[in-house]
T-cell receptor, first 115, second 115 residues
Framework: AQSVTQLDSQVPVFEEAPVELRCNYS??????LFWYVQYPNQGLQLLLK??????LVKGINGFEAEFNKSQTSFHLRKPSVHISDTAEYFC?????????????FGQGTELSVKP | EAGVTQFPSHSVIEKGQTVTLRCDPI?????LYWYRRVMGKEIKFLLH????????ESGMPNNRFLAERTGGTYSTLKVQPAELEDSGVYFC?????????????FGSGTQLSVL
């Protein structure tokens, strides 16, 4: 079985500051890793995903994440946040053997960017 | 291109009543998924349709939940009779192809409150 833990439920940060949202996972098999974002009153959108290859993955809106296999982590980072980045962020995994989009999500991290 | 649409956006019902949630996927997307988020917890997979067939319904909580996708277009999720623990946000997602690493397109969800 797989599980995902997002270590912070809420992250307040000032505009233009850097931010890191932490995600750890547990799995006995190889997985794909994802970050999704939900802006207020909208559906979840894919930010980025790690499938294979380079462990540093770049996504939309200036976000990036680094896959660390030894620490089973997939932390999300942005060097300088904007007010518009205020949203809830979800880390998710999917085992290689899955048929289709059956994702296992973490509990979510609410990012609040203050002026 | 229209996104994934869910109706209603909010529903408040009393324990024992019946509620039907609807999801219209993106046109041409054969894969349709239902997920649920109980307040404060992670988003959990409920089931997966490929066209009109149930590919995986391992996440359905019990037989009070019935999902259908007649004709392989829109889908409904009926809860009958509703219980207090059914409260939460129900998300629908769709994808064009069936692949573990395929991007999912999510609707904005239906907030269900059972009183």
């Amino acid at each position: 079985a797989q599980s995902v833990t997002q270590l912070d439920s809420q992250v307040p940060v000032f505009e233009e500051a850097p931010v890191e949202l932490r995600c750890n996972y547990s799995s006995s098999v190889s997985v794909y890793l994802f970050w999704y974002v939900q802006y207020p009153n909208q559906g979840l959108q894919l930010l980025l995903k790690y499938l294979s290859g380079s462990t540093l993955v770049k996504g939309i809106n200036g976000f990036e994440a680094e896959f660390n296999k030894s620490q089973t982590s997939f932390h999300l980072r942005k060097p300088s946040v904007h007010i518009s980045d205020t949203a809830e962020y979800f880390c998710a995994v999917s085992p290689y053997y899955n048929q289709g989009g059956k994702l296992i999500f973490g509990q979510g991290t609410e990012l609040s960017v203050k002026p | 291109e229209a996104g994934v649409t869910q109706f209603p956006s909010h529903s408040v019902i009393e324990k024992g009543q019946t509620v039907t949630l609807r999801c219209d996927p993106i046109s041409g997307h054969d894969n349709l998924y239902w997920y649920r988020r109980v307040m404060g917890k992670e988003i959990k997979f409920l089931l997966h349709f490929v066209k009109e067939s149930k590919q995986d319904e391992s996440g359905m909580p019990n037989n009070r939940f019935l999902a259908e996708r007649t004709g392989g277009t829109y889908s409904t999720l009926k809860v009958q009779p509703a219980e207090l623990e059914d409260s939460g946000v129900y998300f629908c997602a769709s994808s064009r192809i069936i692949a573990t690493n395929e991007k999912l397109f999510f609707g904005s969800g239906t907030q269900l409150s059972v009183l």
